[in-house]
């Protein structure tokens, strides 16, 4: 189990509303090696595999051979790995429109996940060999590039010990390399998110476990926030107030400034089964936390950005019983207040992540269960400087569809990475989705 599976499973019992995990489709790792299976994988990659059932051709102009741009969403094709159980984009970091990265994993029935990047050129993603170091389980969570030569991924990976470390992989321009990242003695640790300013001043958050016997009822784990920064040599752990929290974690950060950091996630009151916004802001000297806007016993903020340092954006889920709505919050110079956000569903609603463009063009993305067959379908949400509104999506085949990503290199060129279906509709392929 990931540690954002047990994430996951925390934030059910605490909000009891259903949310879906990013990560949820993994099964408990094995033991087993997969060293030739992999190799096999690599040599047989393709850029439109779609397990039988192929998504129709990208909408281009006849003479330009360019992206169609009518105003809408649309399918995308997108790279997969031959062979595979689950092809998956967890996020993506557009530069321009020749120059958009997506990474995620990709696995295999046995468990076993290994790390997948993708790159769009203009004309087609295509998949991009990265190094993975642990035996059992590697995946990145988050992707930001700061120039097309300096991209980062990070993550987690799990070796034979079955402990998670931290993983952080670097683009030069050339090839990806695994970056070394501070050793966490005796605790488990993933990152979820990384965003940077500069080359030499990168943040990453996530999480740190370690065993426990405390709390009431007791619990197995003690879960702490985790903050990390590139310095543009080494990467370091940085203190946070919450990192021996008992149950704590950061799922999204965006600097503003080298004094104006703001990162995001949710903290739990398990004794009360509720959890609150996590929200943490560095000053340039020390991270401070508070609890942000609770509209519902259960929320979380899975992604923050920022258009300026009195106008920075969160966004999640917000639930009471079986039911969960989109959360929005925003702070405004002064303070975090919670922002009215529409919901296609009577009963599940999500948004994992936004990306803003300006005060007046900021975009979120998730997923919505239908109400006639409770099915995942895909959800992107705009908002134009006065009120979030549900833009159109499209989706491939039946269930799921999700989005977990979404980043915007100008205004009118956004992309949105998730999954779909494969033709079992047991195994998921990688969803990309473009709005211009």
């Not at 993708?118 to 059992?136: I, K, Y």
């Not at 923050?304 to 639930?319: F, H, I, K, L």
């Not at 993305?365 to 509104?389: M, Q, V």
Request: overall charge negative.
């Amino acid at each position: 189990m990931s540690l954002r599976v047990l994430f996951t499973s925390m934030a059910r019992r605490t909000s009891s509303a259903r949310v879906p995990d990013k990560s949820a489709e993994r099964k408990r790792r094995g033991a087993l090696r997969l060293a030739i299976l992999v190799t096999l994988a690599w040599v047989s990659m393709t850029g439109s595999q779609a397990g039988g059932r192929e998504i129709p051709s990208s909408p281009r102009d006849a003479r330009s051979n360019r992206l169609v741009c009518d105003g809408s969403w649309k399918i995308i094709e997108s790279a997969n790995v031959v062979g595979t159980h689950d092809d998956i984009l967890q996020e993506v970091a557009a530069l321009s429109s020749t120059d958009t990265w997506a990474v995620g994993y990709f696995g295999f029935a046995s468990g076993h996940t290994f790390t997948l990047a993708e790159h769009w050129d203009s004309q087609t993603w295509s998949v991009v060999a990265t190094p993975n170091v642990g035996s059992l389980q590697n995946d990145f969570m988050g992707v930001h590039a700061v120039s097309s030569t300096d991209v980062w991924a990070v993550g987690d990976s799990v070796a034979d010990s079955g402990r998670y470390h931290t993983l952080a992989e670097h683009w030069d321009g050339g090839a990806w390399t695994v970056v070394p990242t501070p050793e966490m003695v005796g605790k488990s640790s993933a990152l979820f998110d990384v965003n940077a300013l500069a080359d030499n001043d990168v943040w990453a958050v996530g999480q740190q476990l370690s065993p426990s016997n405390e709390g009431t009822p007791k619990i197995r784990y003690r879960t702490g926030a985790l903050i990390e920064h590139w310095d543009g040599s080494t990467w370091n752990v940085v203190p946070n107030p919450m990192s021996g929290a008992l149950y704590a974690t950061l799922q999204g950060v965006a600097p503003v400034t080298p004094t104006d950091v703001w990162a995001v996630g949710t903290v739990s009151d398990i004794q009360h089964f509720t959890s609150a916004p996590l929200i943490e802001h560095w000053d340039g000297s020390r991270w401070i936390a508070f609890k942000g806007p609770a509209p519902h016993p259960g929320n979380v903020l899975y992604a923050v950005d920022a258009v300026s340092s009195d106008e920075v954006w969160g966004v999640g889920q917000t639930g009471s019983g079986p039911t969960s709505y989109t959360l929005v919050e925003e702070w405004d110079g002064s303070r975090w207040r919670a922002i009215g956000s529409p919901n296609p569903s009577s009963s599940g609603n999500y948004l994992f992540d936004v990306a803003a463009v300006s005060a007046d063009d900021i975009w979120a993305a998730g997923s919505y269960l239908t109400d006639s067959d409770a099915r995942l379908r895909t959800l992107t949400e705009h908002w134009d400087g006065s009120a979030w509104a549900i833009v159109p999506s499209p989706n491939f085949g039946l269930d799921p569809n999700e989005l977990y990503g979404v980043s915007a290199s100008a205004r009118g060129d956004v992309w949105a990475v998730g999954k779909r279906p494969d033709s079992t509709g047991q195994g998921a392929l990688t969803l990309t989705e473009h709005y211009c």
